[in-house]
């Protein structure tokens, strides 16, 4: 969806006079009543007030504030996302259901980058195997729940400007009646490349002997630039059904990822979703929903603002290496809800295609030659679920339910490394059990085991890279099987909430990123095991002030081969108090994290030191305008995320870290009605 530059600013220009009633005290003492007697334990959730207070650019860097959720940084935008210490495919991201995987390789483009806030209402994540609904989710799940529209006319500008001239722009506008309604948006992203605390630019890691280096023109450029439009329409025929029909479009131009080898030229997102539903149509059937969907991204990449597409006598184009990459899924769900004696059994019946095709062009012995990186997988799925919730009597709610999947893999062309038609079947089995008890009002203890199946993906099935060194997939991979237990209690009053929790997962079959030779990079299946804990509080005390806090830890090993699991965050904490009195707040944090020396030598992993940074904002809303003003890091802080650290074949180089963000100030205006 392009526009114009004039009219970008236009909307900027007239967003800038506007500003959105934010969440006053009664809207913080609803999130504590929401977390604390709403959520079951094992979900969390993140609304969007929490998110447009914050300077965050995609959905890597909002969720950070949930306790046991990290990213990956890989340049200013599309942070991907971790759980618990599971990443990539383990978890599964949804929008509204919709089930969303990003086209580059070595995921410049996660499925969290593929929507905008503007959009979202809220996000509901999901820790451990616990969503029986959906195939996958071996860690986890994140649904990003899309707005619907109000009653009558209504609309949502909002403008943040912020350093190195960031620009995130949006308007809503939307109708609803008891019959139909509807709702169209548009948002513009933009910005420079960000510095980081020790005044250097994030792109400027590299030596000035390395050939990922950017060029001097290139190396201040534009981070990003991103345009994204969606509508939603929703039909009501009766008092009891709902048809609701959307789409979204996003297009994302120039995203620089010094991370890796190369930057994106563009990704070209379609997100399509219908569905309906009938509720209480009857003392046994309580609910039924038919969805369909369809998403599709397009994804360009290559290194022609790196001193790698220099041209020689073998790069003769403006660009050594190029990748275009392409996925697509389409899926259908039923899912029904009846009343089944003193419970209520759920169950479903869904299936998707995954198409995943890479074609890779490099200059290699003075010749451009096409390689099928990804040689055009489709990955089918079929499955089925069944859960029961039981209460027994009032302090006792028991759920348990088991799921079968079948997945038919098949590489549609030949690279060095499969022939064209080869395939792979599996079959897997999920379930789990969770029981919850609340001895006296307030007060939830919880306790599940869950196993929870991933097939492998395209990607760890058929890639095949040639180079130094090459990197090749494993058509031997079995699917991984996580075995988990979780235990937690919560409590919470209308002003108090603090739930903690311990989980511990028997990994079997666990897909591993590995250093097969000193010229080979592929996957194997090992046995590990994770465990960790975390805690989460947040209470209202008196003078309108409200505290809150939070802990995580994970600790992971590779028990095949006796030495830590890469990729794993370190134990991190964050605490905050606000002064909020429905009109004005103010609110000072403060982010942690512990020095992670568990790192994975067979891969050269390196230690990251601990570190702490402040951030401080504050706001103020009258009659439907507001405004926003914060500075995060604002002691300048030079540090790193530990998962900030690159080690696939399409990274800068063993070492090479993208630095997190220097002190940023940011403005952000609203306006609802």
């Given at each position: 969806?392009?526009?114009?530059t004039t ?7 007239a967003?800038m006079f506007s500003?959105?009633?934010f969440?006053?005290?009664?809207q913080?003492l609803?999130?504590i ?6 959520e ?8 969007i007030?929490?998110v447009?207070?914050?300077?965050a650019r ?9 306790e ?7 340049g200013?935008i599309?942070n991907d996302v971790v759980?618990r210490g599971f990443?990539k495919d383990?978890i599964n ?7 969303l ?7 410049m ?10 959009e ?6 999901v820790?451990?195997p616990?969503?029986l609904?959906n195939?996958g989710g ?6 990003a729940?899309t707005r619907?529209p ?8 909002s ?7 960031n ?5 809503t506008g939307s ?5 139909y ?6 948002a513009f992203k933009q910005?420079g490349v960000p510095?980081a605390?020790?005044?250097k630019?994030i ?6 002997s390395s050939a ?9 450029a ?5 345009n994204?439009?969606?509508?939603k329409?929703?039909?009501?025929p ?6 609701e029909i959307?789409?979204s479009y996003q297009?994302?131009?120039?995203v620089?990822y010094?991370y890796l080898?190369m930057d994106a030229?563009?990704d070209?997102t379609h ?10 149509i009857s003392p ?5 929903k038919?969805q369909?969907y369809?998403?599709?991204i397009a994804?360009?990449m ?10 020689s006598m ?6 050594s290496?190029?990748?275009?990459a ?5 899926g259908?769900k039923f899912?029904?809800s009846?009343?089944?004696g003193?419970g209520?059994?759920?169950s479903g019946?869904?299936?998707?295609n ?5 074609l890779n062009?490099?200059a ?8 099928a ?6 990955i089918d ?7 029961y919730e ?9 759920k ?5 999947d ?5 590489a549609?062309?030949?690279?060095t490394?499969v022939?064209a038609?080869t395939?792979?079947?599996f079959?897997e089995v ?7 008890y ?5 007060v939830?203890l919880f306790?599940?085991l869950?196993?929870?199946v991933r097939?492998p993906?395209p990607?760890?099935?058929?890639l095949d890279?040639?180079?130094?060194p ?6 031997g ?7 988990q237990a979780?235990i ?5 009053t ?5 739930n903690?929790?311990?989980f511990?997962s028997?990994l ?6 590995y250093q097969?030779?000193?010229t080979?990079?592929s996957?194997q299946?090992?046995?590990?095991s ?6 989460g ?6 003078l309108?002030l409200?505290?809150r ?5 994970v ?8 030495r830590p699991?890469?990729?794993i965050?370190?134990?991190k904490g964050a605490?905050?108090?606000r002064?909020?009195n ?5 609110e000072?944090?403060e ?11 067979g891969l050269?992993e390196?230690?990251?030191a601990?570190?702490?940074?402040t951030?401080l904002?504050?706001?103020y809303?009258s009659m439907?305008?507001t405004v ?18 690159a080690?696939?074949?399409?990274v ?9 963000n220097?002190r940023n ?6 306006y609802?009605?």
């Amino acid at each position: 969806m392009k526009v114009t530059t004039t009219a970008k600013w236009c909307l900027v220009l007239a967003a800038m006079f506007s500003v959105e009633a934010f969440g006053a005290e009664q809207q913080l003492l609803d999130e504590i009543t929401v977390r604390g007697s709403k959520e079951p334990p094992q979900e969390e959730s993140l609304t969007i007030r929490e998110v447009r207070e914050s300077p965050a650019r995609d959905m890597g860097e909002a969720l950070k504030q949930v306790e046991g959720i990290n990213s990956v940084r890989k340049g200013a935008i599309a942070n991907d996302v971790v759980i618990r210490g599971f990443q990539k495919d383990n978890i599964n991201v949804f929008v509204d259901g919709v089930r969303l995987h990003g086209a580059c390789p070595s995921r410049m483009d996660p499925p969290s980058f593929h929507f905008d806030f503007a959009e979202i209402e809220q996000v509901r994540i999901v820790k451990g195997p616990y969503d029986l609904k959906n195939p996958g989710g071996l860690g986890g799940m994140i649904d990003a729940q899309t707005r619907r529209p109000g009653q009558g006319f209504g609309s949502d500008l909002s403008l943040t400007y912020g350093s190195w001239n960031n620009v995130n722009a949006s308007a809503t506008g939307s109708y609803g009646s008891e019959r139909y309604d509807g709702l169209l948006g548009y948002a513009f992203k933009q910005s420079g490349v960000p510095k980081a605390g020790n005044h250097k630019l994030i792109t400027d890691i590299y030596p000035a002997s390395s050939a990922n280096r950017y060029k001097p023109g290139e190396i201040d450029a534009t981070a990003y630039e991103i345009n994204s439009g969606w509508l939603k329409f929703g039909l009501n025929p009766t008092g009891n059904s709902r048809s609701e029909i959307s789409y979204s479009y996003q297009d994302a131009d120039h995203v620089l990822y010094p991370y890796l080898k190369m930057d994106a030229d563009y990704d070209r997102t379609h997100r399509l979703n219908w569905s309906y539903r009938l509720r209480k149509i009857s003392p046994l059937v309580q609910d039924l929903k038919l969805q369909a969907y369809w998403d599709k991204i397009a994804h360009v990449m290559d290194d022609r603002f790196r001193f790698s597409s220099t041209p020689s006598m073998a790069v003769t184009r403006s660009y050594s290496m190029k990748t275009d990459a392409e996925t697509q899924v389409y899926g259908v769900k039923f899912t029904t809800s009846l009343a089944a004696g003193p419970g209520t059994l759920n169950s479903g019946l869904d299936y998707y295609n995954r198409n995943w095709d890479a074609l890779n062009q490099r200059a290699m012995y003075f010749a451009y030659r096409d390689h099928a990186l990804i040689p055009d997988v489709s990955i089918d799925n079929l499955g089925m679920f069944a859960e029961y919730e039981l209460p027994i009597g009032n302090q006792w709610q028991l759920k348990g339910g088991v799921r079968g999947d079948l997945t038919w893999a098949e590489a549609g062309k030949g690279n060095t490394m499969v022939a064209a038609g080869t395939s792979t079947d599996f079959s897997e089995v999920s379930a789990n059990l969770q029981l919850t008890y609340e001895p006296v009002k307030g007060v939830e203890l919880f306790t599940g085991l869950g196993r929870g199946v991933r097939t492998p993906d395209p990607q760890e099935l058929y890639l095949d890279l040639p180079g130094t060194p090459v990197w090749r997939g494993n058509q031997g991979l079995k699917p991984t099987v996580n075995h988990q237990a979780d235990i937690g209690i919560k409590y919470a009053t209308n002003r108090f909430y603090v739930n903690t929790s311990l989980f511990y997962s028997d990994l079997t079959d666990y897909v591993n990123f590995y250093q097969a030779s000193p010229t080979l990079k592929s996957y194997q299946n090992i046995d590990a095991s994770m465990w960790g804990a975390e805690l989460g509080s947040q209470v209202a005390l008196p003078l309108d002030l409200f505290l809150r806090g939070s802990l995580s830890y994970v600790e992971a090993e590779n028990e095949t081969d006796n030495r830590p699991l890469a990729e794993i965050p370190p134990l991190k904490g964050a605490i905050s108090l606000r002064y909020d009195n429905g009109t004005a707040f103010i609110e000072l944090l403060e982010n942690m994290a512990r020095r992670q020396d568990r790192t994975d030598p067979g891969l050269n992993e390196q230690e990251t030191a601990g570190w702490a940074t402040t951030d401080l904002k504050a706001g103020y809303a009258s009659m439907g305008f507001t405004v926003y003003a914060g500075v995060n890091n604002l002691f300048d802080q030079y540090y790193f995320n530990h998962l900030s650290y690159a080690r696939d074949p399409f990274v800068g180089g063993v070492g090479y870290k993208v630095p997190e963000n220097g002190r940023n100030f940011y403005l952000t205006a609203q306006y609802k009605f």
